[in-house]
């Protein structure tokens, strides 16, 4: 065990003493900090051994951050043993994403169908798993499937989904998309936003990007990077330049995105 560690459990000891009935929440912690920072770092082999020397002080975090961790590392079948380990009554909605996490990292969903409680945590992750990792038409199957199961989507859901939409040039389908969003009164926050932008621009359809980003009242600088960068895909130099003066009449402050695609449009 490394000094920082030692310290760690020196200042623990110190406090437990005067402070009992912290001492347990602490001790949690400290267990979980480093399962985590082994984890992060690679290093399954020491997490292992410490989660393992543990088994009487572990918590929901503390399963979660080896599950997490081997999912990381591809580790699906070390993660599937696990969670066949974990306690019943630990094994909630968010552990059941975690462990469905690790299976679309590689792309080996035959776990999602045996969940049988799923919620929108759970379509959420498969969603975003699948257009994350290139598998877009996966990602559109399980957007109708989840309508079908009657869930209601988030503003977590429509990004997800709108980005698949944008990679396939699914214009239709993304329409449709935009209505519900309408129609449910998800919050237009600046993933939507710029997901909806991002999807008309790819999908050729410069005048619904253009009206989705007039009708924001709020426009934080990525908003004016996807409109800005709208223009100049579709060779609308002299918009993007004005876009760009507007831009800092409103007081927002352009970042390297923002010069990167005002300097593409000069060449």
């Not at 080996?108 to 969603?127: A, C, K, S, Y």
């Not at 908003?223 to 895909?233: A, E, G, Q, R, T």
Request: proline share 1%; net charge negative.
């Amino acid at each position: 065990m490394g000094s920082f560690a030692f310290e760690g459990m020196c200042l623990r000891s110190m406090y437990c003493s005067w402070k009992p009935v912290a001492c347990e929440s602490i001790k949690f912690a400290t267990w979980n900090a480093m399962i985590g920072g082994y984890m992060g770092n690679g290093d399954a082999k020491s997490a292992t051994g410490l989660f393992e020397q543990i088994s009487c002080s572990r918590n929901m975090v503390t399963w979660i951050e080896m599950l997490k961790g081997y999912g990381k590392q591809n580790e699906t079948e070390k993660a599937r043993e696990l969670f066949e380990r974990m306690p019943l009554e630990l094994k909630n909605v968010k552990a059941w994403a975690v462990m469905l996490g690790s299976y679309v990292m590689c792309m080996r969903l035959q776990l999602f169908f045996t969940i049988n409680v799923r919620d929108l945590v759970i379509w959420n992750t498969l969603i975003a798993g699948y257009a994350q990792n290139g598998y877009f038409d996966g990602a559109i199957d399980a957007f109708h499937e989840m309508q079908r199961e009657e869930f209601e989507p988030d503003a977590v859901m429509v990004s997800s989904v709108l980005s698949a939409f944008a990679q396939s040039g699914r214009l239709d389908v993304g329409r449709e998309v935009h209505s519900l969003i309408n129609c449910k009164g998800i919050e237009l926050n600046q993933f939507v936003s710029n997901a909806l932008i991002n999807m008309y621009d790819k999908c050729g359809d410069l005048e619904n990007a253009t009206s989705v980003f007039e009708s924001l009242s709020l426009r934080s600088v990525a908003c004016w990077n996807s409109m800005i960068s709208c223009l100049v895909f579709h060779v609308k130099g002299k918009e993007a330049l004005e876009m760009f003066k507007k831009m800092k009449n409103f007081d927002t402050k352009p970042d390297e995105i923002t010069f990167l695609a005002v300097f593409m449009e000069a060449f």
